[in-house]
């Protein structure tokens, strides 16, 4: 278990049950990786997560990540152009748009940055990095104003190519 995502991302505190001779190979593992333990920073923890206050703080997160990927789903169904799909996960800090026309979200991402909204283009998780129509949003900082605003920013974005490309393709402009 990690406390990473559910803390912050410097706590990188864990804990692993096993038995048998497994324990010598992770052990040294664990002392290849790492020279030493925060011994005050453990003992904080335990006492976080004896009293109750971890459980009572993933509470507020779990309700906090519901009310933002609420309003991703709704921003994306009111802003994206018709064809685009996103996951719909149960929970977590991010999700996952496929664009319904072919387009590089890294160009994309240079347009909606210069506007303050940012995004994942889905380039950095292909292997090779090559173009990707796909993008990935992360909710962990963002509240629901602030991703409704960047969603609609991003969906006006992502209209304006599909319309220049359509523009591109139409009888009208190979006739000139």
């Known amino acids: ?16 049950t096993t038995r048998g001779r497994s324990i010598d190979g992770l052990v040294a593992l664990k002392h290849a990786t790492d020279l030493s333990d925060s011994m005050p920073l453990q003992a904080a923890l335990a006492e976080f997560i004896g009293d109750g206050a971890y459980e009572r703080h993933l509470g507020r997160i779990r309700r906090m990540l519901r009310k933002r990927h609420a309003a991703v789903a709704e921003a994306l169904t009111e802003h994206l152009p018709q064809g685009a799909t ?5 929970g977590g800090y991010q999700v996952w748009v496929e664009l319904p026309f072919a387009v590089d979200t890294r ?13 994942s283009p889905g380039s950095q998780f292909q292997p090779g990095g090559g173009s990707s129509r796909c993008l990935r949003l992360t909710l962990a900082q963002a509240d629901e104003q602030q991703i409704g605003h960047g969603l609609e920013v991003l969906g006006r974005l992502i209209r304006s190519r599909l319309e220049s490309q359509t523009e591109a393709h139409s009888p009208a402009a190979q006739h000139l």
């Open 86 to 90: 996103w996951t719909r996960p149960e």
């Open 1 to 16: 278990y990690s406390f990473s995502k559910s803390l912050f991302p410097g706590l990188r505190i864990g804990s692993l």
């Open 107 to 119: 160009d994309l991402l240079a347009d909606a940055s210069r506007e303050g909204v940012l995004f």
